[in-house]
């Protein structure tokens, strides 16, 4: 076969699992397992050998006119470059591993398999928007991810917060979505072309006629597909979906299209510096206000999300600086291990009973009870701290490598203010990543109490899939000297100003956050943390008893003498603070608003939401109490006109012959009159 071909079946060999699945899986259970794992295996087998060919040379392009448009054509194209072929195989490697946790992590699931479908429609919709040289079927693979992460979010769609999950992170993106195809169209009608090729070769002839216009629109629909502020508050929310899932939405598919999408596309975005200006300033918002809010939160699953937030921030900062080399290494890295984190997450939480890191941090022996999520997701968040010699501590520092040479003048693509913007932000969110990094591990496997209630083993399928995401976690940093060639020859190793800066700020943030946890502890006289509320070790996780919490929880910390543990308060974990949390120590009065994600999704509801309601609320009552009105209204005098004339018909002949009669009579008489009146 030839590279083309094989590149083909890339996307196609998940879209037919996910068609067969949906076919037969739920008639035929049996099936469901092997159509979910093997056709994305089979992927990930031939995208490692479009990658071996590919080889960081020369780009694969192949074309066939899908449909005559009369204007602009759509083409059914491949355009396979170096980022392309990585990506690729990020993407199927995950997909892959997400789809073997799974088996064993929804295994009693009744909906696995339309599950498992939905997850190979997802990855396959991802390998189209990787592959494609066309941004009309582009597009296709864009929204078809949105829609399977509505559906995919939506999994539990009993509970409330995941239907509403899903309907946010619907709305939001789509929302991003409407600029976007506008900037789809003003791009290809200055360029004449769909075809990603011909728009960069129109970019370089300067043939663009509203560069400025066009990257606007587009930044903002990466901001709604790639959770960058003002549109990420979705992300969050949509940890209300099953574990896995979240692995594959942070790591290889939805969020990453967006700066996949930029850094395919980075000269329509350099071709304007007050767009790129933008673009670093949304990265430098969205960096630390997500790494502050991640220092607040409560649930594993949403530290993880404003991690993937701010590390998200980090690509689009590479890209503002004129960078996809490493924008695109940031996002390899960081979809080895965030994928890692949500899946180490998702048995954390099995083994614990809870997503709450303040109940953990009451429960004792979770690192015995599992060890390889212990060690695994210690090598995840060494590498999200960015510590040497882990792999994110290479691609974070080609980040900020690439910010130091724009900011001192070195880069023609970028001006130098959107340099210093995201190195000054990269270099405070490195710290404030080591200190939330810190403070999971911390207080999800250094707590003490009872041990929490028996499980059973892990099964072998999460173990595994564990272990093979922690070697790209650890390792892919030390290959980045093999990689320059996939990254336009560009070289990627960090410089001593860069890697003393960014591994000195994060030592500290671990420092300060280990530091404050020692001191609360000290503080409190206690190996546990007063104050904390733990899941009732019989309940189930999501049930709680907030009035337990809120009546006995003073009267206890009152009674606790030093070096006493006080007994164990079972609520709502959001209703009683948690004075053995270092996040409250370091945030101080920033950690009630960033607990909150600063508000945002008031300050919408307050914006937009309420007076969209209002409006709706305002034609519903234009459309019943006026509309309607003239509607009854014209239907109302034939209504009457029918009621008199049914009065008339009484069935009696006598009356009918009198009516016929009298009626005679009165035109014999108008007769007599008018004839009168001639003469």
């Not at 009973?353 to 015995?368: I, Q, V, Y």
Request: glycine fraction near 10%.
């Amino acid at each position: 076969m030839t590279t083309t071909t094989l590149a083909v079946l890339v996307p196609l060999l998940p879209f037919l699992g996910a068609a067969a699945g949906l076919l037969v899986g739920r008639r035929t259970p049996g099936f469901a397992r092997p159509l979910a794992i093997l056709p994305t295996l089979a992927a990930l087998a031939l995208a490692l050998t479009v990658a071996v060919h590919q080889g960081g040379g020369k780009a694969i392009d192949a074309a066939t006119r899908l449909t005559p448009t009369g204007s602009v054509p759509i083409d059914l194209a491949l355009h396979i470059d170096g980022f392309a072929a990585l990506v690729a195989v990020l993407v199927t490697v995950v997909a892959t591993c997400v789809q073997v946790y799974s088996t064993a992590y929804l295994r009693d699931d009744p909906r696995y398999a339309s599950y498992a479908a939905l997850v190979s429609l997802f990855t396959s919709a991802m390998l189209l928007v990787v592959y494609s040289g066309d941004l009309m079927v582009l597009l296709v693979g864009w929204e078809v991810m949105g829609i399977c992460s509505y559906f995919l979010v939506g999994h539990y769609w009993e509970t409330p917060e995941a239907r509403a999950a899903s309907l946010k992170a619907f709305l939001v993106t789509k929302l991003g979505d409407v600029p976007f195809l506008f900037g789809l169209f003003a791009l290809a009608a200055d360029a004449g072309t769909f075809r990603i090729t011909g728009i960069l070769n129109t970019v370089a002839s300067g043939g663009l006629q509203h560069p400025t216009l066009i990257a606007l629109l587009l930044i903002a629909g990466v901001a709604g597909k790639s959770a960058q502020f003002p549109l990420h508050t979705w992300l969050p929310d949509a940890m209300a979906g099953p574990t896995p899932v979240s692995a594959l939405i942070h790591a290889a598919t939805m969020v990453a299209a967006g700066v996949y999408f930029v850094a395919r596309l980075l000269p329509v975005f350099a071709a304007s510096a007050a767009a790129l200006t933008v673009l670093a300033v949304m990265a430098a918002i969205t960096m630390v206000g997500s790494a502050l809010a991640a220092l607040a939160q409560d649930d594993i699953k949403r530290v993880l999300a404003y991690s993937t937030i701010g590390q998200l921030g980090y690509m689009t900062g590479a890209l503002a600086v004129g960078d996809r080399g490493a924008a695109v290494f940031h996002l390899l890295s960081h979809g080895a291990f965030k994928a890692l984190l949500f899946l180490g997450a998702g048995v954390i939480i099995h083994a614990a009973g809870t997503n709450s890191l303040t109940a953990m941090s009451r429960m004792g022996g979770l690192p015995k009870r599992i060890p390889d999520a212990y060690w695994t997701m210690t090598i995840a968040l060494l590498a999200l701290a960015a510590m040497p010699p882990f792999a994110g501590f290479f691609s974070k520092e080609a980040v900020l490598v690439a910010a130091e040479h724009t900011a001192l003048g070195d880069s023609a693509t970028a001006p130098s203010g959107a340099g210093w913007i995201v190195l000054l932000s990269g270099l405070l969110t490195a710290l404030l990543t080591a200190a939330y990094a810190t403070r999971l591990w911390l207080l999800a496997f250094r707590g003490h109490g009872p041990a929490a209630p028996e499980h059973g083993r892990q099964p072998i399928a999460t173990s595994a899939v564990l272990w093979v995401l922690a070697v790209p976690s650890l390792a892919l940093g030390l290959a980045v000297g093999q990689l320059a060639g996939w990254f336009d020859v560009h070289a990627l190793t960090p410089t001593v100003t860069t890697a003393v800066l960014g591994t000195g700020v994060a030592a500290v943030g671990g420092i300060m956050t280990y530091a404050a946890w020692r001191a609360l502890r000290y503080r409190a006289g206690s190996n546990v943390p007063l104050g904390a509320v733990s899941a009732h070790p019989n309940a189930d996780p999501a049930a709680s008893s907030e009035e337990t919490a809120s009546a006995a929880l003073p009267r206890d910390l009152q009674s606790v003498r030093a070096g006493e543990t006080p007994p164990a308060a079972h609520g709502d974990i959001a209703s009683a603070p948690d004075p053995g949390d270092p996040g409250r120590l370091l945030l101080g009065p920033l950690h009630r608003h960033a607990a909150t994600g600063f508000h945002l999704d008031a300050l919408y509801a307050t914006l937009f939401v309420r007076p969209v309601r209002a409006a709706a609320e305002l034609v519903r009552f234009l459309d019943r109490e006026v509309v309607d009105t003239y509607v009854r209204g014209a239907g109302a005098l034939p209504r009457w006109l029918g009621t008199a004339v049914r009065r008339a018909q009484t069935g009696n002949v006598q009356t009918y012959l009198g009516v016929l009669l009298a009626g005679s009579v009165v035109l014999a008489i108008a007769a007599v009159l008018v004839a009168a009146a001639g003469a």
